[in-house]
T-cell receptor
Framework: KNEVEQSPQNLTAQEGEFITINCSYS?????LHWLQQHPGGGIVSLFM???GKKKHGRLIATINIQEKHSSLHITASHPRDSAVYIC???????????FGAGTILRVKS | DTAVSQTPKYLVTQMGNDKSIKCEQN?????MYWYKQDSKKFLKIMFS???????INETVPNRFSPKSPDKAHLNLHINSLELGDSAVYFC???????????????FGEGSRLTVL
């Protein structure tokens, strides 16, 4: 069992829908990252957070340290949001990230 | 003005050959990384350097050797390439986060290596 689990593995949504991707981890962490990878493309860092909530445009990331859980929300989804979303946790005291397997999101118009 | 650039983007080569992938960052970061992404899109850390010092050296074959001539460059050299080395290799950099690495990560575009 991976220390970082994401759900769902695959997600298909209609344009305009509100989307939630979940990430659970089993160790104490100092930070959690959300990354985005478009098909055939590079990887972009969306958020790095250690508590509370961050917002950037239509994207919102939240984290609950006690429950060892983070969510990535996309409001008013658009086909250009179609990508793989990856969460990665930095264990407390460690210096490397543990990656989830990614969530493949497809937004249909 | 690319922040993290890696070359080449595509590399097709025969088994047994030796190849290098170069990475440069102009962000002034002091930590750089090499990640391998397999066919299932799973990312795994291979190496990390902080101020030219190796800080992460995962269990990878010693055919893989990183070299950091200065803190803006981290190159990856692979000897005696094997079929299983086919993957996308991503370079990344970050500021020093809590502990050494990783603050927010900035990735290169990836280098797709195909070994025939």
């Amino acid at each position: 069992k991976n220390e970082v689990e994401q759900s769902p593995q695959n997600l298909t949504a209609q344009e305009g829908e509100f989307i939630t991707i979940n990430c659970s981890y089993s160790v104490g962490i100092s930070a959690l990252h959300w990354l985005q990878q478009h098909p055939g493309g590079g990887i972009v860092s969306l958020f790095m957070l250690s508590s509370g909530k961050k917002k950037h445009g239509r994207l919102i990331a939240t984290i609950n340290i006690q429950e060892k859980h983070s969510s990535l929300h996309i409001t008013a989804s658009h086909p250009r949001d179609s990508a793989v979303y990856i969460c990665a946790a930095k264990p407390r005291g460690g210096n490397k990230l543990v990656f989830g397997a990614g969530t493949i999101l497809r937004v249909k118009s | 003005d690319t922040a993290v650039s890696q070359t080449p983007k595509y590399l097709v080569t025969q088994m047994g050959n030796d190849k290098s992938i170069k990475c440069e960052q102009n962000l002034g970061h002091d930590t750089m990384y090499w990640y391998k992404q397999d066919s299932k899109k799973f990312l795994k850390i291979m190496f990390s350097y902080n101020n030219k010092e190796l800080i992460i050296n995962e269990t990878v074959p010693n055919r893989f050797s990183p070299k950091s001539p200065d803190k803006a460059h981290l190159n990856l050299h692979i000897n005696s390439l094997e079929l299983g080395d086919s993957a996308v290799y991503f370079c990344a950099s970050s500021t020093t986060g809590a502990g050494v690495g990783t603050g927010e990560l900035f990735f290169g575009e990836g280098s797709r290596l195909t070994v025939l």
